[in-house]
């Protein structure tokens, strides 16, 4: 289970300008959520990507990122390991391929359970042993076939759902040349904290912000509902709406 945070803005902004005084809270949560940390922005030859499998509290690297790397859409991953799964730099988010990035917070089990979901030109660019990777798999697979990034994710949210797999969340963000695509997807049952999984959405001025909740504070914040995915346009920042599958419940909630 990890935190995300996506941005779209008009012009280039860094990671420590779209968090300011909030800087400290979100770094805060790599004290739980510190199994590794992943950026990715888009530049002038694409998607770029980096990422570590240390705690983002201490990485020199990190810090150099969100300082200096200026960029009109981002995607920020703080990772917590699901139990039993190891940390590397294989396993942290975000992944890519196919010219996009891709981050998740959530779990499905067993993982196993995704591999007819996955193209079979495609299993064996599997470097980890995560869900999260065998999701973005899926989403890749789709992609492949000609779907627009919208239609592959929302796809494979219900592919997943179908698949017979336990899942607690499909939380994720998916960072193209052209546009972030958030979408919230959990079973509000499977973690004791019911503000854990909900995102959030803001918008100040030339930038819009998709986030995990529990870092910030309230003020302007929007939610977006369960069963939902958001999209935002690079650009001209054009957010769309779109309905995706939800779980059936693990347990009921308490």
Known sequence: MCRLLG????VPVTLDQVLGAERGAFLALAAQHGDGWGHAWTGPDGVEV???????LVSRDLARLAAGQAAESALTHLRWATLGLSVRSANTHPFTGQGVAFAHNGSISPAEALEELIAPQ???QREGDTDSERYFLAVLSRLAEGAA???ALATTVADVLASGATVHSLNC????????????????????????????????GETVVVASTGWSDSAGWSTLDNGQ???????????????VSTPRPVRTAS
Do not use: F, N
């Open 173 to 204: 963000m998916l960072l193209t040349p052209e546009a972030l695509l958030a979408v919230c997807c959990y079973d509000p049952g499977s973690y004791d904290d019911p503000e854990y999984y909900p995102l959030l959405h803001r918008r100040t």
């Open 50 to 56: 980096r990422k570590d499998a240390d705690s983002a």
């Open 7 to 10: 941005t779209v803005s008009r």
């Open 229 to 243: 995915m958001m999209v935002v346009e690079r650009g001209s920042l054009r957010t769309t709406i779109v309905p």
């Open 122 to 124: 495609l299993r064996q």
């Open 149 to 151: 990034p919208a239609e």
